[in-house]
């Protein structure tokens, strides 16, 4: 049995070789390819650098040419007045010679104004200075920087690591801004590549992380990661730099923070009039068939068994001790409860919804119970029956809002600051804020009446919430009555 343990290690042993001998031959091969490639290139590029070379001499040489043609013009328009005027005076000499010959003064008086045409000649007013000089020095070139540039020319570096600057990467609105600079000036960069990736981890880990994602051509030292789920509490990144030729090593990767609240509807305990999947709840007029109908009743002691705890941030298993909602409680539940800090979430309702109610609950709210006619509920309530209106519910009080019902609602919730706020998702404009002390942890809660709701979860408070939570205490008119201290 050693010995058979022996040989099958080495029959494993030869294996392995014969395949290391094919990866070799394989990697000779394509070492012999790529350096073939790599001279095909170099050819181009030399190629390339000549005939730009060609043409400039080409353009410089026809500049000289040009510039000789200027000058030998100048210089033969010159010459050809000093011969016009050269051969002037030699007629003026001659006829001045003939004139000084004349013995009789009377003879000689009839040759009129001799000394004033000869005072005149040309030979006196042309200029007996060349108009240009033959110089040519001013179309020399000195390549002599030219020269040690080329001779410096060698094969492109490995770009150095990128540097991410952490404190100007950026967390909101769903969206992350990630930062970053070069060591050292590299003018070849051509771009940058950025890759991504979702963890629950607050380090980099090797083992049990998801893929990278990546972001290529990055032509900017900054890139907005945007329309983001943080379905996970943090997300590693890293970059890279690229130059024409090869890519660098990644940087060192940085992890921020994503923590967001993320929930699905609890389709165990929804009524039975209710189809819901993950984060969809859609109205099914057939699907109470067979179930008692109890109308206009309460269960005022909170009916039957309250859902199973939910640690906040974690996913609850199927709920089967609780019973469904029934009669005209036409609700679904978060999966996740809120025990502390601030989350944010929107809901959309279908354009035929008529009637739907958002906002949240405690544990302990009975299956015959509605959102917001019980003291541990809380929600904004739509109606398009008969006609549109919004309206605030707390402990079987309602107060009617005078705004507009927008496409898609927002719900802030502070636990630990005792506050939940409506909000128009799309203007972040306030709709209505409660003000309370939640004395147990709260549960996502969603009524609904012939339509359907869509809820996005994993979202970060947005800037213009936070913003508005900063700068404003309450609206005139935003609590009121409805604010209780359960």
Known sequence: EALQRIVS???????????????????????????????????????????????????????????EARKVQALQDQLSQCSNALESSEE??????????????????????????????????????????????????????????????????????????????????????????????????DHFVLEYRKTN????????????????????????????????????????????????????????????????????????????????????????????????????????????RTPVNTRSSARGSRDRFTGESY??????????GQHYWEVRAQKDCKSYSVGVTYRNLGKFDQLGKTNSSW??????????????KHNNKTKTLDITVPDRIGVYCDFDGGQLTFYNANSKELLYTFRTKFSQPLLPGFMIWCGGLTVSTGLQVPSAVKTLQKSENVLSGSTGSLNNTA
């Open 201 to 308: 981890f607050g380090l980099p880990r090797v083992k049990d992380e998801q893929r990278w994602e990546l972001i290529d051509y990055i032509k900017a030292t900054e890139y907005t990661l945007s329309g983001l789920k943080f379905d996970t509490k943090y997300m590693n990144l890293r970059v890279q730099a690229c130059n024409k030729a090869v890519a660098g090593e990644y940087s060192d990767p940085v992890t921020l923070e994503t923590k967001a609240f993320v929930f699905s509807l609890d389709s165990t305990s929804s009524h039975l009039n209710l189809k819901v999947e993950d984060t969809y709840v859609e109205w099914d007029p057939t699907g109470g068939k067979g179930q008692e109908k109890v109308k206009g009743k309460e269960n005022k002691s909170g009916g039957g068994p309250s859902p199973k």
């Open 9 to 67: 290690n080495l029959a494993n042993k030869n294996g392995e070789i014969h395949n290391f001998i094919d990866m070799l031959n394989h990697t000779i091969k394509n070492v012999q390819v790529n350096s073939s490639n790599a001279i095909s290139e170099l050819d181009e590029e030399f190629d390339g650098l000549y005939s730009i070379l060609d043409e400039m001499k080409g353009s410089m040489a026809s500049t000289i040419q040009q510039e």
């Open 331 to 340: 609700t679904v539940l978060g999966d996740t409860a809120v025990e502390s």
């Open 92 to 189: 003026l000499l001659e006829l001045a010679a003939q004139s000084l010959d004349i013995k009789d003064p009377v003879e000689f008086l009839k040759v009129e104004n001799l000394e004033q045409i000869v005072t005149m000649a040309s030979a006196f007013r042309i200029s007996l200075k060349p108009t240009v000089s033959d110089s040519m020095t001013h179309l020399m070139v000195d390549f002599a920087l030219e020269r040690r540039i080329l001779q410096a020319v060698n094969f492109l570096p490995v770009p150095k690591a990128p540097e991410i600057d952490l404190a100007a990467c950026l967390v909101a609105d769903n969206c992350i801004t990630v930062s970053w600079r070069m060591p050292e000036d590299d003018g070849r960069i």
């Open 379 to 392: 929600c904004i309530h739509i109606n398009n029956w008969l006609q549109t209106t919004i309206s605030a």
